[in-house]
């Protein structure tokens, strides 16, 4: 090695006139002696101290009476250098680090748990020991094979290695013979809550099977419900699992907070709201207002007052409120049912493109409007007379509806009460929309008009005249549906069409 081949320095001298002239405890001092070690702890050469130097010539005295030989004293001499080269090399002289590693490894990491308690102070004391007592490099490999050879003569009585990780941490390595995750955990001395996720798996390594004792560790949230609060443990559940192992389940309007698909976590709360409604109905004034209508009755951007009498109206609108845990949180409008319609001063304001009817038939069929025709219905009648008529508001058909945009007179041996049509010119130019089947007259008994479009101001029914259209019959709407739908929108006046 490159340190056996270092001459013999200052430092080393020093050092070693520090070691050779150490008076015994029971010896008294010579002052030769102390000025050498004086001297050579302020780092003064070695060589210009005397070992024999003071009053006391005993201990240079070559003679057996002078209490040591030349070829002793030479010996001591050779001994003092071989131990300060040894510490000058000590630090890469020590043993290899895979050999550390495995030494380390059955100190840590192989000890049952319930030895751990007792390992701080007996490593302390043994790992020195083994240090020394070990070459750094010739007894490397007699080691290795006996830290292979041992686990496989513990592992031949039935033990397995098992490393224990509790929530994704390293707990320790044991040997067991059990297959049953708890009670390995038994074994260990490790406690297990019921709500405590345990897992065991398997796999291979150099001397053998290797088997991961896998616990997640339940922790525990607060779960608030109909004035009350309790603590459950939990691993990982969702709100909704936790609130199902409690017992407590959810009205169709209520809801927790968090949402019930999360994921809990430590020290989380989960909130039951309980929701309930009032539904109420109030009697409330229908105020008349200036109205600006889009129509396309006329050209682009162009106005036109139609109307300018008003009157207010009245009208039962109902409300729902909501409470939660008991409190109001809000209200919602439900639907408002006019007794007596508002007249409003309407002014048109010219749009093309867009329908004249104030009608969405789209939410009772399955057919939808393509290239401006649906894309699914009964028949067809093909450029038929439309003309138009008006009443003021609030005034009711032969069948029973009030009359909104939308709605329209037909002979009903021809159309029945509730057909759903869509009525509009063969080229697009002008659309009157979806329209209900709702009244009837003498015109259309006759056959003289096919359909009579029903406007809200005279002023609009004098604007369309008369159209040849297109009607088309698109489907029915049940009794049900006109029933919702005349709730909704304060439709009928007297009575249902039946179907």
């Keep these: 090695m490159e340190n056996s081949k270092r001459e013999f320095s200052a430092d080393d001298a020093a050092l070693l006139g520090r070691n050779a002239l150490a008076p015994a405890p029971d010896e ?11 001297n050579a702890g302020a780092g003064e050469q ?4 005397s070992p024999c130097g003071g009053t006391d010539q005993s201990a240079c005295d070559p003679s057996p009476a002078g ?37 380390a490894l059955w100190i840590d990491r192989l000890i049952p748990f319930w030895e751990r308690s007792i390992l701080p102070p007996w490593r302390e004391k043994a790992l020195p020991f083994i240090k020394k007592i070990f070459p750094p490099r010739a007894a490397a490999a007699v080691v290795l094979l006996a830290l292979y050879a041992l686990p496989v003569g513990f592992l031949s009585a039935g033990d397995t290695v098992v490393v224990v990780r509790e929530d994704g941490r390293d707990a320790g390595v044991v040997l067991s013979a059990a297959a049953d995750a708890v ?60 609130l199902a192992r409690a017992g407590i389940e959810l009205g169709a309007d209520d809801f927790v907070e968090p949402a019930a698909d999360t994921v809990l976590s430590a020290e989380s709360d989960v909130v039951v709201r309980r929701v309930t409604y009032d539904v ?3 009697e409330e004034t229908a105020p008349a207002q200036t109205v600006l209508k889009p129509s396309p009755l006329l050209s ?36 408002t049912a006019y007794t007596k319609y508002p007249w409003n001063a309407v002014t048109l304001v010219g749009q093309g493109g867009i329908a004249a009817s104030s009608l969405d038939g ?27 008529y008006s009443f003021k508001p609030g005034v009711w058909g032969s069948s029973g509806m009030f009359l909104v945009q939308g709605m329209v007179a037909v002979n009903p041996e021809e159309y029945a009460y509730g057909d759903l049509l869509y009525i509009t010119s063969a080229d697009g130019s002008f659309v009157y929309g979806w329209a209900i089947a709702a009244d009837s007259g003498t015109a259309m008994m006759s056959g003289a008009v096919e359909i009579d479009c029903f406007f809200e101001t005279y002023g609009e029914s004098v604007l369309f005249g008369k159209k040849w259209l297109d009607v088309y019959v698109v489907g029915h709407l049940t009794q049900g549906q006109l029933e919702e739908y005349a709730a909704q929108a304060g439709m009928f006046r007297a009575r249902v069409p039946a179907d």
């Design 28 to 38: 008294p001092r010579t002052d030769g002696a102390a000025e050498a070690a004086e």
């Design 46 to 49: 070695a060589q210009s101290v």
């Design 67 to 103: 209490g040591r030989a030349e070829g002793a004293f030479d010996a001591n001499i050779q001994k003092k250098k071989r131990a300060v080269r040894f510490r000058a090399s000590d630090a890469k002289k020590k043993q290899s680090p895979l050999l550390r590693f495995f030494l």
């Design 183 to 242: 009670q390995i955990a038994a074994d260990c001395g490790l406690s297990l809550r019921d709500e405590d996720i345990v897992s065991l798996h398997t796999a291979d390594a150099v001397f053998g099977a290797v088997q991961t004792l896998e616990i997640v560790r339940a922790f525990p949230v607060r779960v608030s419900a109909d004035g009350a609060t309790a603590e459950l443990y939990t691993a990982g559940d969702t709100v909704a699992a936790v």
């Design 280 to 282: 109420r109905t109030v």
């Design 300 to 335: 682009d951007g162009v106005k036109k007052t139609v109307t300018t009498l008003t009157r207010d109206g009245a009208a039962c609108t109902t409300y729902r409120d909501r409470y939660v845990d008991g409190l109001f949180d809000g209200t919602e409008l439900l639907y």
């Design 362 to 388: 789209s939410k009772y069929t399955d057919a939808q409007i393509v290239d401006g025709v649906p894309s699914a219905y009964e028949s067809v009648k093909a450029a038929q007379p439309c003309t138009a």
